[in-house]
């Protein structure tokens, strides 16, 4: 069994971030993962694929170069086009996973496929908003909202 120990301090609030991760315990989900070292949980709801992150902070190299993997693979391997990410578990994003929701979208957009966001943080809505990203994206405040955007 392979176990993970990150520590991050964040200045802003001086607080300290620990994450254990490689020890096995229920995960009461109902939805899959792609597979058991995907960071994601896709449910298809309505023929929306509604994706979960399993983490709270996408920060580091190594965790934004695990989702960006699984994202991806739901485009390119899975063949989905139709994408509700569901950011109400993140608390924290690097610019690096902006990168990857920019190319997610790039490569959707190109596909004549769509990807909206949900639930995200009023906090990290701001980040979209200074960045000017906000204009890129469509938000909701809920998955229902967003699924039905679809529609």
């Not at 979208?105 to 596909?111: G, I």
């Not at 769509?114 to 405040?141: A, Q």
């Amino acid at each position: 069994m392979n176990v993970r120990i990150d520590f991050w301090r964040f200045s802003h609030n001086e607080s300290w971030y620990l994450e254990i991760s490689g020890i096995p315990g229920p995960t009461g989900r109902a939805e899959k993962r792609m597979n058991e070292e995907s960071q994601l949980t896709v449910t298809l709801q309505d023929g929306v694929s509604l994706v979960n992150f399993r983490e709270a902070s996408v920060l580091d190299a190594y965790h934004v170069g695990l989702v960006s993997k699984d994202l991806y693979a739901l485009i390119e391997k899975q063949g989905l086009r139709k994408l509700v990410l569901d950011l109400s578990s993140i608390k924290m994003l690097s610019s690096q996973t902006l990168g990857v929701l920019l190319n997610m979208r790039q490569k959707l957009d190109q596909l004549g496929g769509k990807m909206v966001l949900s639930g995200i943080d009023p906090r990290l809505y701001r980040v979209f908003k200074i960045t000017h990203l906000k204009d890129l994206f469509e938000f909701y405040e809920t998955n229902e909202e967003a699924i039905a955007s679809f529609q």
